[in-house]
């Protein structure tokens, strides 16, 4: 566990450097999530990979699990299937909302953004695309593929989930599900776009725009909703 100045006393900055169980991951954020909401603990950004793992959000449908070759683990989170392994960088973001704006749809337009700005950081450009929640990009063969996911939960008030960007992954592991239930789109990663970017390297560079991210979550969406291009996440128990 390690802090950083950049984001101030109140928020724990943590890099896991050995993978983290899925379901252990999940129990505690829960905890933690649990603990910010009573005043208890500071709020959390916690970067880290999973051992390979198929997750379940709320709006999952089985017709979109094809081959479960790994572990299938209910997440509880917003969104469909996806796929977690190594060489995927997770971002668990546990943000106290009552603090800030308390606009969830704005907390996912600046999550986004986020990843976003980090990827064109490394020479990538990417893009939210209307109806489609994640993050995009034009893969090696011109068309359209998603590098990013983003899936999020809120309890009272305080966020939980996040983000999953792919650095390396094995892509071949997320043929055993439809992405996020759309199966017209493949997914990409820095390494096939011929990036050589370390967990090391993406990790300083998400810290680098950390504040711009927390800035963010100030300012509320504007009334006539230009704010986020995706659906604000189904699940929202304020």
């Avoid at 954020?29 to 709020?43: D, F, L």
């Avoid at 546990?94 to 606009?103: E, F, G, N, P, T």
Wanted: net charge negative.
């Amino acid at each position: 566990m390690t802090g950083d100045p950049q984001l101030g006393s109140d928020i724990e900055w943590r890099v896991s450097t050995s993978p983290v169980p899925y379901r252990a991951a999940l129990e505690e954020m829960a905890a933690r999530n649990a603990s910010i909401a009573a005043g208890e603990a500071r709020e959390l950004v916690w970067l880290l990979e999973h051992p390979p793992v198929y997750t379940a959000g709320t709006s999952a449908t089985r017709a979109e699990l094809l081959d479960p070759r790994f572990e299938v683990v209910d997440a509880g989170r917003g969104g469909r299937y996806t796929y977690h392994g190594p060489g995927q960088r997770v971002g668990y973001v546990l943000i106290d909302l009552r603090k800030r704006a308390r606009d969830v749809r704005g907390f996912v337009h600046a999550l986004e953004g986020w990843v976003i700005d980090t990827l064109a950081d490394f020479g990538v450009e990417s893009f939210r695309s209307e109806g489609r929640i994640g993050i995009w990009t034009q893969d090696i063969d011109g068309r359209e593929a998603k590098i990013g996911a983003i899936g999020v939960r809120i309890r009272k008030w305080v966020t939980m989930h996040g983000f999953s960007v792919n650095i390396a992954p094995n892509l071949a592991h997320f043929s055993g599900i439809v992405p996020c239930g759309i199966d017209e789109f493949g997914v990409t990663s820095l390494q096939r776009l011929g990036r050589d970017v370390s967990l090391a390297a993406w990790d300083a560079a998400m810290l680098a725009r950390a504040g711009a991210f927390l800035a963010a979550l100030d300012r509320p969406c504007p009334p006539d909703q230009t704010c986020p291009v995706s659906p604000q996440p189904p699940e929202f128990p304020a």
